[in-house]
């Protein structure tokens, strides 16, 4: 059971760090963006790249999936959110704009990069496991894999960085007020397409840290690693309270929990029903997430 | 100076064609005269059982879908290396008689059952093929073949290993060896040689192919005396088996037997062995695969895999194969590619015998070719269409398959 917790805990905080990005633009733009999935698969592409092309290490390799899947969700925002909103189209316009920028992403990528899946090379991280409770006579009751332990320092510190950014930082609060009320933030002055810019390259930089480690952690990737984890990010994010930025983060290692332990209690056959269960009362009984408040106080 | 550069290239670039269209012209029809029709040894016992046609157009096509692209696609381009190289010999040893061309159209089904049912349609309607080879997945072949089943011409899967892929018609044939009929011999020989007592399965409960391997494990390890004391599934496309992989080995089986699909299998095999996992990994076909060694690399040391063929083989037609393959494509054939290699040659005999690229009577004569010679050994269809020729057990020795008990 113990071992089943790490497993828990390490599956938890790459849904959270995918989910944030999500919750990221909801929180500021009221939009879903559908296109967040394509901006991780990129990041895990260009982390990739960054590694076996120009044979940077792993430290390198973040930073520099995060800036570029940055710029692909501002380079989003500019041509797939920004016109519609000139245009003070509905919400639901720039919902499906962003689908279409979610296939056109996608698509890009098998084209530039082709179908097969493609691996970190062997060796890249250490591979020797962290035993715990190992003794003379038994084996080891709990085994974390180092790559186990840079997905959470990372995602935490991550996590840790932007809940920090967000609640004491000067832009932290434009981004609340903006959050807030859109109309009120400009009249007081603050640049509202500055603070849209600036989201979405955070939510495109979490999106690509969360490729990066997700692609690590599975040494998997394809243009198509996005699809699964978008309906899981979602869900994290229904969850959680949508837009809730805290809400994302507890509801990552909720989805998680709840996947990893209906497996261990002996159910692998129901996982996703359990889980997608589980949103399907959520949003009959508590539509505002588990942790989420009224719509009016919501930022 | 600039312009003279510039007319000086142009100069050689034309000089360099004009060379070349004169020497191709003098070199072809001296070639095609002189060079005599290049025997090969597949196909010989054809040759002698069935004259040479002499009623066939100048070009016979034959479709063949295959996963390309996509998450197979480690299969489906072995496969269509192993048809290319049988096309090949087929043609330069005029198989099919004087001035008769075999020509194979592939199309991609991207591993996605929707494109190979598109795939289907259009080589059967537009085309007008002769006959199908594949398509890679069961799965696929569940989806699509029903068109070709409807239209009256012929599939011959030569991957599809999933149990009631022949049930689906009369027109449906497969050269590869069911599940069913390799992994209880995996099963015995590993119980045999390691003396197995308790195992767990995992596998994909959404794949025909998947849940039809983990029953015939299921039974033939039981069969065998070997507790099955854990079942998990998974959904094909999931990344990760941990909590799966943790109920099993809290239950500490001797095995643990994987009826999945490369992509996932690579995932299992290193994540039981991240775990800790230190018994014996089985799988079924979908684990048979060089890609699958080459990319789990020191954690798949021992990884016992029922196949239809191995590299190892004796067999003369086999080695010659594989000789023919890797001075074509200078990498290693994979049963894939034996299996496809061979469902070439057998469409090829079938039109062969049948004179004719009637779609019925090429059905006609695939069914009547019996005790063929092939690189899979001595090969028959059964009453059902499915294939009866002998298994191997292999077992992976540092990074290659070998046959177990061999060495």
Redesign the interface.
């Given at each position: 059971m113990a071992?089943?917790l790490v497993?828990?805990i390490w599956?938890g905080s790459v849904y959270s760090l995918f989910a944030l990005g999500y919750a990221l633009v909801f929180s500021v733009l009221g939009v879903l963006n559908l296109a967040h999935s394509a901006v991780f698969m990129w990041g895990a592409w260009i982390g990739l790249i960054v590694v076996t092309e120009i044979g940077q290490p792993l430290w390198v390799a973040i930073p520099a999936a995060m800036i570029g899947s940055g710029l692909i969700s501002y380079a989003l925002e500019r041509t797939a959110f920004a016109p519609l909103r000139a245009r003070n189209a509905p919400r639901i316009s720039q919902l499906i704009s962003s689908i279409g920028a979610s296939f056109f992403l996608v698509s890009l990528a098998q084209l530039v990069f082709?179908?097969?899946?493609e691996?970190f090379p062997?060796g890249i991280i250490a591979?020797d496991?962290i035993?715990i409770g190992a003794t003379a006579e038994t084996?080891?009751t709990i085994?974390i894999?180092p790559i186990q332990i840079i997905v959470l320092i990372v995602a935490v510190v991550l996590m840790a960085l932007l809940n920090i950014l967000i609640a004491r930082t000067r832009l932290g609060q434009r981004m609340r007020a903006v959050a807030f009320n859109q109309r009120t933030a400009a009249l007081l002055g603050i640049n509202v397409n500055a603070i849209y810019t600036i989201t979405f390259f955070l939510a495109g930089a979490l999106a690509g840290a969360a490729g990066v480690l997700?692609a690590l952690?599975?040494?998997?990737i394809?243009p198509?690693?996005g699809?699964?984890i978008a309906l899981k990010g979602l869900t994290v994010i229904v969850l959680g309270g949508l837009g809730n930025i805290q809400g994302a983060l507890v509801g990552g290692f909720v989805v998680a929990g709840l996947?990893?332990?209906s497996?261990?209690a002996?159910g692998?056959?129901y996982?996703?029903a359990i889980v997608f269960a589980l949103l399907f009362v959520i949003l009959l009984v508590r539509p505002q997430g588990l942790i989420g408040q009224k719509e009016q106080t919501r930022a | 100076m600039n312009t003279f550069g510039v007319k000086i290239m142009m100069h050689k670039r034309t000089r360099w064609i004009v060379g070349l269209a004169a020497a191709a012209l003098l070199v072809t029809p001296a070639l095609a005269q002189d060079m005599p029709a290049m025997e090969s040894l597949m196909g010989t016992d054809v040759r002698e059982t069935c004259a040479d046609p002499a009623n066939l157009p100048e070009t016979v096509n034959v479709g063949s879908i295959l996963t390309l692209?996509?998450?197979a696609?480690?299969f489906g381009v072995s496969q269509q290396n192993g048809i290319r190289l049988a096309v090949d010999e087929i043609n330069n040893s005029g198989f099919l008689g004087e001035g008769t061309t075999l020509n194979v159209i592939f199309e991609d089904s991207?591993s996605v059952n929707e494109q190979a049912i598109a795939a289907m349609t259009k080589l059967v309607e537009e085309d007008q093929v002769v006959a199908v080879i594949g398509p890679t997945l069961s799965r696929e072949a569940f989806s699509a073949n029903p068109i070709a089943q409807d239209a009256g011409v012929t599939v011959l899967g030569v991957s599809n290993t999933a149990a009631g892929i022949t049930d689906m018609g009369d027109f449906v044939f497969r050269n590869s060896l069911p599940e069913a009929s390799v992994i209880p011999g995996t099963v015995a020989g590993a119980v045999a040689g390691l003396g197995i007592e308790s195992a767990a399965i995992i596998y994909a409960?959404d794949d025909d192919f998947t849940v039809s391997g983990a029953d015939v494990f299921r039974e033939s390890l039981e069969a065998n005396g070997v507790t099955v004391v854990g079942e998990?599934?998974?959904?094909t496309?999931?990344?990760?088996f941990?909590?799966?992989l943790?109920?099993m080995i809290?239950q500490n089986p001797d095995a643990i037997a994987i009826s999945a699909l490369a992509?996932e299998a690579?995932?299992i095999i290193?994540q039981a062995r991240?775990?800790?996992y230190e018994g014996t990994l089985m799988g079924g076909n979908g684990l048979n695969s060089p890609a699958v060694l080459e990319?789990t690399?020191v954690d798949s040391e021992g990884l016992i895999v029922g196949a239809a063929w191995n590299i190892a083989s004796p067999n003369e037609l086999s080695v010659a194969f594989t000789a023919a393959f890797e001075n074509e494509y200078e990498i290693r054939p994979d049963q894939f590619a034996a299996q496809a290699y061979t469902g070439a040659w057998m469409i090829a005999s079938a039109i062969r015998c049948a004179d004719s690229v009637d779609r019925t009577a090429v059905r006609d004569a695939l069914l009547g070719l019996t005790d063929l010679q092939t690189p899979l050994g001595v090969f028959n269809f059964d009453a059902d269409r499915n294939p009866i020729h002998d298994p191997v057990v292999q077992v992976n020795v540092e990074g290659a398959f070998s046959v177990l008990g061999a060495e």
């Open positions: 071992q089943q497993n828990a599956l082709g179908t097969n899946p691996r062997i591979t496991p035993l084996a080891a085994r894999a997700y952690a599975y040494n998997q394809t198509f690693i699809e699964t996947e990893v332990f497996v261990a002996g692998s056959n996982r996703e | 692209s996509g998450g696609s480690v991207t409960n998990e599934t998974y959904a496309g999931d990344a990760d941990n909590a799966q943790t109920n809290a992509v690579v995932q290193t991240a775990l800790g990319q690399g």
